[in-house]
T-cell receptor, first 117, second 113 residues
Framework: DSGVTQTPKHLITATGQRVTLRCSPR?????VYWYQQSLDQGLQFLIQYYNGEERAKGNILERFSAQQFPDLHSELNLSSLELGDSALYFC????????????????FGEGSWLTVV | AQSVAQPEDQVNVAEGNPLTVKCTYS??????LFWYVQYPNRGLQFLLK??????LVKGSYGFEAEFNKSQTSFHLKKPSALVSDSALYFCAVKGGGSYIPTFGRGTSLIVHP
């Protein structure tokens, strides 16, 4: 158990809908990362937050957004869902954002399986 | 930009034999290298990392990895494979001013009884 908690574990929804994925980082971790894993694209970095502020952005679609709350949990919002958004979405956390300690390990949650039908 | 290549989609090995899962990287400056393992329907679990120092890094479950700067490689090894080692293995790199890890596409390790 990495200590990173993600809910829900599984989600099935229809095209055009909106879903929210939730993540609680490890105790003491200030930085949260979101990744998307699909068969054709592999593991893609979406976005990073550090202590409530957006720190880095990757291949995140405009239909997707995220935020990190004062209690450090994070949510990833996916809207206007398409069939191609079906994937495993991971949250990960680390102590710092990385610039001060690039060797920091990031720890992954178990993921949220999203199926768009 | 940083990148990672895992040249083998799948590695097959017999139980008890040594295993190697290959990883090469490209990054400017000093690399920070990581290996993760993903079991079916599970998240990625951290195995080991290279930051600096000894080129041979030891990690969880008897795995080790050898950093080779001249060959820009960070191959994962284990002296004696177990059937339970069968999983998807990911190599990742940070460096070149980016502190977001970039992951390889993964290598499926299959250990046959």
């Amino acid at each position: 158990d990495s200590g990173v908690t993600q809910t829900p574990k599984h989600l099935i929804t229809a095209t055009g809908q909106r879903v929210t994925l939730r993540c609680s980082p490890r105790s003491g971790d200030l930085s949260v990362y979101w990744y998307q894993q699909s068969l054709d694209q592999g593991l893609q970095f979406l976005i990073q937050y550090y202590n409530g502020e957006e720190r880095a952005k990757g291949n995140i679609l405009e239909r997707f957004s995220a935020q990190q709350f004062p209690d450090l949990h994070s949510e990833l919002n996916l809207s206007s869902l398409e069939l191609g958004d079906s994937a495993l979405y991971f949250c990960a956390s680390s102590v710092e954002a990385g610039q001060g300690a690039p060797g920091n390990t990031i720890y992954f949650g178990e993921g949220s399986w999203l199926t768009v039908v | 930009a940083q990148s990672v290549a895992q040249p083998e989609d799948q590695v097959n090995v017999a139980e008890g034999n040594p295993l190697t899962v290959k990883c090469t990287y490209s990054v400017s400056g000093n690399p920070y290298l990581f290996w993760y393992v993903q079991y079916p329907n599970r998240g990625l679990q951290f195995l080991l990392k290279y930051i600096t120092g000894d080129n041979l890094v030891k990690g969880s479950y008897g795995f080790e990895a050898e950093f080779n700067k001249s060959q820009t490689s960070f191959h994962l090894k284990k002296p004696s494979a177990l059937v339970s080692d069968s999983a998807l293995y990911f190599c990742a790199v940070k460096g070149g001013g980016s502190y977001i890890p970039t992951f390889g596409r993964g290598t499926s390790l299959i250990v046959h009884p």
